[in-house]
């Protein structure tokens, strides 16, 4: 079945260091989606990528979506405490409409 | 709108007992799943829905867990017998028409499920 793989795990950074967690999946993905989950909390949208190539901005955050729509990635320029959680890709490949998730990252930010 | 309600927040139970958890999608929303949440295996799907039918269960660990979805703004999980390596987060999520491309989901606040 589709797989999806994140790296790292973890990451610990000081404040105002940038942090990028990376996306790769098995199979070929129809499009790719991006999830924040403070701690304690729910998973919470961020953007969905649909094109080869595709690059989105918000404010701080880049996304990525590679030419091969098999992998992504995500960066954050100058870290806040606020960028706290475990950020989740997810997959959806072909006409499956199941989301497979990755593991997830978990971004500590040292102030 | 209210999001996706999950009930209970939090159940603690021993293990061969039953427990339902319980899910009220956003109104409108095609789609439903249930994923769970553990430190080991991360968010997995168990078992979504459209339009109230179960579309795929493959991801439901075994008998002991089933789901139903009798109408448009109710679905439920259940374990019987429960077991301490049911303990996890449950989420409950919810998403529009699958051919619209701005198809997030929206998760419920999810049930801490304790088994002792």
């Known amino acids: 079945g589709q797989q999806v793989m994140q790296i790292p795990q973890y990451q610990h950074v000081q404040e105002g260091e940038d942090f990028t967690t990376y996306c790769n999946s098995s199979?070929?993905?129809?499009?790719i989606q991006w999830y924040k989950q403070r701690p304690g909390g729910h998973p919470v949208f961020l953007i969905q990528?649909?094109?080869?190539?595709e690059v989105k901005k918000q404010k701080r955050l880049t996304f990525q979506f590679g030419e091969a729509k098999k992998n992504s990635s995500l960066h954050i320029t100058a870290t806040q405490t606020t960028d706290v959680g475990t950020y989740f890709c997810?997959?959806?490949?072909?006409?499956?409409?199941?989301?497979?998730f990755g593991k997830g990252t978990l971004l500590t930010v040292n102030p | 709108d209210a999001g996706v309600i999950q009930s209970p927040r939090h159940e603690v139970t021993e293990m061969g007992q039953e427990v339902t958890l319980r899910c009220k999608p956003i109104?409108?929303?095609?789609?439903l799943f249930w994923y769970r949440q553990t430190m080991m295996r991360g968010l997995e799907l168990l078992i979504y829905?459209?339009?109230?039918?179960?579309?795929?269960d493959s991801g439901m660990p075994e008998d002991r867990f089933s789901a139903k979805m009798p109408n448009a703004s109710f679905s439920t999980l259940k374990i019987q017998p429960s077991e301490p390596r049911d303990s996890a987060v449950y989420f409950c999520?919810?998403?529009?028409?699958?051919?619209?491309?701005?198809?997030?989901?929206?998760f419920g606040n999810g049930t801490r499920l304790t088994v002792t």
């Open positions: 199979t070929t993905l129809s499009n």
């Open positions: 990528l649909v094109k080869s190539g």
């Open positions: 997810a997959g959806r490949g072909g006409s499956n409409y199941k989301l497979t």
């Open positions: 109104s409108g929303h095609d789609y």
């Open positions: 829905f459209n339009n109230n039918v179960p579309i795929d």
């Open positions: 999520a919810s998403s529009p028409d699958r051919f619209s491309y701005n198809s997030p989901l929206h």
